[in-house]
């Protein structure tokens, strides 16, 4: 089996692993819908009263809501990714299984990571944000190369958010209870990616700082693609730079933390 | 006979609250043997919660007002919702783990024990950290209350515990009511956070931002404006966006009341819906 095939494979997986739970899946829907339709609600208040805000216009401003909603799951922004799993396994020491495998951890998971995105961006993302645009009044594009740029900017997010977790993931190597990391970690992309608020409202130094930090990539970039206040390739440009660093730097704290690796009982 | 069934339903309930009260120590004593780990997610907890502040003073650091309510204002019902949800989710949050109960057929040894099963599932896993909820919302609502300039009379002050207590009771309700939908549902425990989580998110911001359905099916049909938006207006003096008559302000007890007996129904429903994994 090639290589590129062992990881399709993985990918598939992924993806076959969550379009299993159909009824979470349903719930989550319904979830995000509600979610969305409390914050559109707020959103509008806060464009009523400053018309223009952040360079975007009301309509802008309710359709960002709606993609927040649809890919919160998909970039995994309050968790619900594969990190806990991965902790889990370095903890009990399973991850010595992943390791003897002959494939890369790094790319392993990350696989599985796109398969499981990608199932919920069709599972979970596309229904609650087809229902705001039904509902409320939305700005978009209608061509055709705009929505492409959108899904390789969201592509490019699912890879930042899977670099962001994945270190995240690998300091259980030498905490072994990684559960508060990983919780502050999902407040800080939550509130560093625009899903708490856009980036561009942010006010002065504090927006120009969280624009710059790579959890931008994740839902600022790729709504600021599809509502057309960015340039698609400058923005494929920053995201495709965090994710080279971000993966690189967990290729280094990866075989860091190989070296050090005790299975622990057996 | 009536009597006596009288006798034996008080009773139940003093079983259950007596029950309720000793699992619940049972989990502080156990929380308490990893006093570094639950003051880590305490605080995380507060974060987590005060996040969605954080959202509304990154609002007001572009605006004066939002919905016609100034940054004082919309801190007490943010405050006067955290408090009530913090409360109610401190006490039976845990109940959104029924879902995985049923599933994994663990309910069955609940179901044996001479105790009220609401009782058990409510104190299952009690989580003190939960205080930080509560902390972050009493914090919020002091803001509000040092701040703002409230016209104080002895029924706005009487108002105050009353509604924090109906408040509870509500997000109580809806959260039994929410575990009795899992007996049918199992995986979609998701579904209740839109309710629980949505409901207190919702409450943050006043009644006139929302639409006017919107605050309809929260006023008449879930009555989660009772929790705050109803008897806050009357104590900031502010008029609510239907049209109702003024001493509705102080019904939440009632309502409450109704919304427990009604969530009680609804889990009664769904216990004897129960069918075990057999596993």
Redesign the interface.
Known sequence: MGTGRLYAAVAVGGFRRYATYRAATAAGVFTNTVFGLILVYTYLALWDERPQLGGYDQAQAVTYVWLGQALLSTLAIGGGGFETELMERIRTGDVAIDLYRPADLQLWWLAGDLGRALFQLLGRGVLPFAFGALVFDVALPSDPATWGAFLVAVLLGMVVSFGIRYLVALSAFWLLDGTGVAQMAWLLSFFCSGMLLPLNVFPGVLGEIVRALPWSSMLQAPADVLLGQADPLGTFLFQGAWAVALLAAGRLVQSAATRRVVVQGG | MGDIGHVGQTGRVADGLRAYRLIVAMWIKSTMAYRA?FV??TV?NF??TA?DF??IL??F???????GYTLPEIAFLYGLSGVAFGLADLAIGSMDRLGRRVRDGTLDTLLVRPVPVLAQVAADRFGLRRLGRVAQGALVLGYALATLDIDWTPQKVLLMPVMLLSGAAIFCAVFVAGAAFQFV???????Q???TY?GT??LQ?PP????KE?VRGVTFVLPLAFVNWLPASYILGRPYPLDLPQWVAFTPPLVAVACCALAGLAWRAGLKTYRSTGS
Not at chain 2, 185 to 191: G, P
């Open positions: 780990s880590m997610t995380g974060a987590a996040l954080v959202a990154l609002m650091s572009r605006v004066d007002a939002l919905g549902a199992q995986d979609a425990s998701e579904v956070n839109a309710f949505g998110t919702l911001y006139t931002v929302f639409g919107l």
